[in-house]
C-alpha cells in the first residue's frame, strides 16, 4: 500500500523557499492554506522560517518521523537528499526536479544513482520530473498547481504533468470532483500499474482514470488491470498511437501490427475503456458515477425533437447498441397518453410541446419494459417545455430502477439549471447526442468485458522429444546468427507443433527439380529458397501451377533470372516444390511481438494483398478459446469463410485449434518473435499452410 504517499501523517519539503516565484514556495503554500491538517516541515539550510513554520537545515535535523518528502532541488543534489530521507527512515519521496532521464546520458545516470538509494533504503519513489500527488480528502495538495480540485470518488493518474495542470484546472472550473491524483514523470520507480494497484484497492476511489504515453511493466499491467477492472472502470487516454512510432519489421504479421495494436487488445484484454482525449475521459467518466449498469444492449430513446433523436439513433447503431420497439403493452399503454403525431417505438418522440408528464408516462413504462436495458432522455427547451420539471422526473425516476440514465440536455442557460439538477444525482447529462450515447456506449462495453467469465486456455500434449528438437533446431540457428529461419525449418518446426504442409521437396537443379515434381504429382508450385528473401513473390521467385516437365524446366530458370535481376547480392540455395493444393480460402495465420506486451497471435484474409486489405485481428498470447473467435469474427471479410452464394463454410474450429497452437509454440519457445503462415489454406474440413517464415530474437 502507498497511504505514506497518499495518507501522510508528516511531509517534508526539501527545497523550501520564501521566494513567491519558486515551486517550493508554491507546494508549501498548497499545504499549508488548503486543509492539510498533518505536519509540515519546510527544509531549507538558508531559512529560519518561511509562512510561519520553522525551517530546518536538513532532513536528518527534523528530528521527527516522517511519511513523506517532496522534493524540490537541483538535480545534482537530490542523490544526497534522497540518500539522507532514507538514512532517517522516511518512507516515500516525491521528486518534482526535473534534469534527469529525460536531459540525456548524465541525467540518466542521476536517475540510475537516485533509483539505487530508494531501493537500498527500502523506500517508494513518485517521479522524477513530476508535478506531485493530490488527495483532496485531507486537503492535500504537494503539487505546484495553484489550487486544488472539489472532493470526489475519482483518482486520476498522470505520466504528463503539464496535462495533469491542465486537467486540474479544468475539473475546478467545471466543479468535477477528484479524490487522489498523481503524477509520475520519469517512472523511475512507481510508474502506473502500481498507481492502478492502489487506487483498485482504495475504499474511497470508484473510478479510475489515467493518461499514459507508454507502459513500464507490460504483463503485469494487464494482470493487475483485469484484476482491478472487476470492481471499477479503468479508463484511459494512451498518446503515441500513430504508425511513426513502430518499430520496422520484416514480416507481414509484424507490418500489419502497428505500433498502437498491442495497447488496443491489451485494453480490451483487461476491460480497460479507451478514450481518445481530455474531453471525452471526463465525459465517459460522468456516466459511471450512476454505478448502474446496463444488463445488455438494449437502449430506449425518448426525445421532444425529431432531429437529435435520429443522431442519437445512428450513433448508437454505429456503437453496437441495440433500439428495439416496446413491448405491446407499453405501446397499448403510451398510445392512450400521447398525441396521436408522437412516434411510439424507438426513438419515442414525445413531439415539441411535450411537459414533464409526458417523459414521465414514457420512463414509467421503460424502467419495467424487458426491451429495455438503459433509457437515453434527450430536452430541447422548447416554448412549454419546462426543463427543470423533465428533469426532476428523470430524477424520481432513475432511483426507483437499477437501468442506467443518460440525459442530453441540448441548450444553453434555459437548460443550465436541469443540467446541474441531473448531475448533482449523478445523471450524467451533455449538450449533444452523439457524445451522450458515445459515453454510454461504454458503460455498455465495461459491463460486457466485465462479465464475461472465466477464459478456457487450452494446452495442447507435446511430446519431449519434440521439444527437444525444436530447441536443438533454433539454438542452431540462433548461434549460427541466423534471424530469418528458411522455408524448410519453418515449416520443420510448425509441422511438429500439428500445423500441416503440402508434400514438398528440394531441388538445387532443374533435373533434380523434375524428378521431385513427378514424384510428388502434377501440377506443382515452384517457390525460390532462399536466406536473404522474405517475400518470394514480390522478386518473381513464385511459379504455380506446373503440368509438367516442361513448364518445370522453364519456371527453374525463369525464377532464377528474376530473382538475379530483383535481388542480385541475394544467395539462392535453389527451389522448392510442392503439391498444388485445390480448393478453401486465403488466410494469414501469424505472431509478432511487441516489446511492451509480448507475443501476439495474428488472423486475417491472406493471401500477397493482406498488407493492402489489412482485414486482420490481433490478441496477445496467451489467448483463450473465446479470444481465437473473437478474432475470426473482428474481421470484415468472416462472411467470405462462412459460405457464400451455396459454398460449403470453412473450418472454423481448424482455424481456432491451429491458433492457439501457435500460441502455445510461441510461450513454449519465446526465442521465437514473430511467424507468418501466409497462406494458410482453410478448407471445409481442416486446412493446409502453402507458406511459413519464423524469425527468432
Not at 513518485?126 to 480528502?137: A, D, F, K, S
Not at 487488445?265 to 481518445?276: D, L, P, T
Not at 532443374?510 to 522478386?539: C, F, Q, R
Amino acid at each position: 500500500m502507498l497511504d505514506f504517499i497518499f495518507k501522510p501523517k508528516s511531509i517534508a519539503i526539501v527545497g523550501a523557499s520564501a521566494d513567491e516565484k519558486k515551486i517550493g514556495h508554491a507546494i508549501l503554500k498548497n499545504l499549508i492554506t488548503q486543509g492539510y491538517t498533518g505536519k509540515v516541515f519546510p527544509i531549507n539550510p538558508n531559512s529560519k522560517e518561511i509562512l510561519g513554520l520553522r525551517c530546518y537545515p536538513s532532513v536528518s535535523k527534523v528530528g521527527e518521523d516522517i511519511d513523506l518528502a517532496v522534493i524540490v532541488v537541483p538535480a545534482k543534489v537530490v542523490p544526497s537528499v534522497v540518500k539522507e530521507c532514507g538514512e532517517v527512515g522516511v518512507k516515500g519521496v516525491v521528486v518534482i526536479s526535473a534534469g534527469f532521464k529525460e536531459t540525456g546520458e548524465e541525467g540518466a545516470r542521476l536517475e540510475q544513482e537516485v533509483v539505487e538509494l530508494v531501493k537500498k533504503y527500502g523506500m517508494r519513489m513518485v517521479g522524477p520530473n513530476c508535478l506531485g500527488v493530490i488527495n483532496t480528502e485531507i486537503g492535500m495538495n504537494a503539487t505546484f498547481a495553484p489550487d486544488i480540485p472539489p472532493k470526489g470518488r475519482v483518482s486520476f493518474f498522470s505520466q504528463s504533468g503539464a496535462l495533469g495542470v491542465a486537467l486540474i484546472d479544468w475539473a475546478i472550473g467545471s466543479g468535477f470532483g477528484l479524490g487522489k491524483f498523481v503524477s509520475f514523470g520519469n517512472k523511475a520507480d512507481l510508474n502506473e500499474t502500481d498507481f492502478l494497484e492502489y487506487f483498485g484497492q482504495d475504499a474511497d476511489t470508484d473510478i479510475i482514470l489515467g493518461y499514459i504515453e507508454d507502459v513500464k511493466e507490460g504483463r503485469r499491467f494487464i494482470e493487475v488491470a483485469t484484476e482491478v477492472a472487476k470492481k471499477k472502470p479503468v479508463i484511459i487516454i494512451k498518446s503515441g498511437t500513430t504508425e511513426a512510432g513502430a518499430r520496422a519489421a520484416s514480416s507481414h504479421t509484424g507490418a500489419l501490427a502497428g505500433s498502437d495494436r498491442a495497447f488496443t487488445e491489451a485494453f480490451r484484454k483487461a476491460s480497460v475503456i479507451r478514450v481518445e482525449g481530455i474531453k471525452e475521459l471526463f465525459e465517459v467518466a460522468e456516466i459511471f458515477k450512476s454505478r448502474k449498469f446496463p444488463t445488455g444492449e438494449k437502449l430506449l430513446i425518448v426525445t421532444n425533437a425529431g432531429g437529435p433523436g435520429i443522431i442519437a439513433a445512428d450513433t448508437a447503431e454505429k456503437n453496437g447498441l441495440k433500439l428495439y420497439p416496446l413491448t405491446k403493452e407499453s405501446i397499448d399503454f403510451l398510445a392512450e397518453r400521447l398525441p396521436p403525431t408522437a412516434a411510439l417505438y424507438n426513438p419515442v418522440d414525445v413531439i415539441g410541446d411535450a411537459t414533464s408528464e409526458r417523459y414521465l408516462f414514457v420512463l414509467e413504462k421503460a424502467v419495467f419494459d424487458p426491451n429495455v436495458d438503459g433509457i437515453c432522455v434527450i430536452l430541447t427547451p422548447q416554448a412549454t417545455t419546462d426543463v427543470e420539471n423533465v428533469a426532476k422526473v428523470v430524477v424520481e425516476k432513475a432511483k426507483k430502477t437499477e437501468k442506467p440514465f443518460v440525459c442530453c440536455f441540448i441548450g444553453g442557460p434555459k437548460v443550465k439549471q436541469g443540467t446541474l439538477h441531473l448531475k448533482q444525482n449523478d445523471i450524467a447529462c451533455y449538450d449533444d447526442p452523439v457524445t451522450a450515447i458515445k459515453a454510454y456506449s461504454k458503460l455498455v462495453y465495461y459491463e460486457k468485458h466485465k462479465n464475461r467469465g472465466e477464459d478456457e486456455f487450452v494446452r495442447f500434449p507435446i511430446p519431449d522429444e519434440v521439444k527437444k528438437e525444436i530447441s536443438l533446431i533454433l539454438e542452431t540457428l540462433r548461434d549460427a546468427g541466423v534471424t530469418v529461419i528458411g522455408e524448410e525449418n519453418s515449416m520443420k518446426i510448425l509441422s511438429l507443433y500439428g500445423i500441416k504442409f503440402p508434400k514438398r521437396g528440394f531441388a538445387k537443379t532443374s533435373d533434380e527439380a523434375v524428378k521431385i515434381a513427378e514424384k510428388i504429382g502434377y501440377p506443382v508450385v515452384m517457390k525460390v529458397s532462399s536466406p536473404n528473401i522474405v517475400h518470394k513473390t514480390d522478386v518473381g521467385g513464385v511459379k504455380i501451377g506446373l503440368k509438367d516437365e516442361k513448364e518445370v524446366r522453364g519456371a527453374f530458370l525463369e525464377i532464377t533470372i528474376n530473382v538475379q535481376r530483383a535481388m542480385p547480392s541475394a544467395y539462392i540455395k535453389g527451389v522448392n516444390i510442392y503439391e498444388m493444393v485445390a480448393g478453401g480460402k486465403e488466410v494469414i495465420l501469424g505472431v509478432t511481438y511487441d516489446y511492451t506486451f509480448g507475443h501476439m497471435v495474428m488472423f486475417g484474409l491472406g493471401g500477397v494483398y493482406v498488407e493492402v486489405l489489412k482485414d486482420v485481428s490481433f490478441k496477445i498470447v496467451p489467448v483463450s478459446k473465446r479470444e481465437v473467435y473473437e478474432m475470426l469474427n473482428e474481421i470484415k471479410g468472416i462472411k467470405l469463410l462462412e459460405g457464400v452464394r451455396g459454398e460449403k463454410p470453412s473450418d472454423k474450429e481448424d482455424l481456432v485449434e491451429k491458433i492457439l497452437k501457435l500460441s502455445q509454440l510461441v510461450e513454449d519457445f519465446p526465442i521465437i518473435k514473430e511467424i507468418d503462415i501466409n497462406p494458410y489454406l482453410v478448407k471445409e474440413k481442416g486446412g493446409v499452410a502453402l507458406d511459413a517464415r519464423i524469425i527468432i530474437g
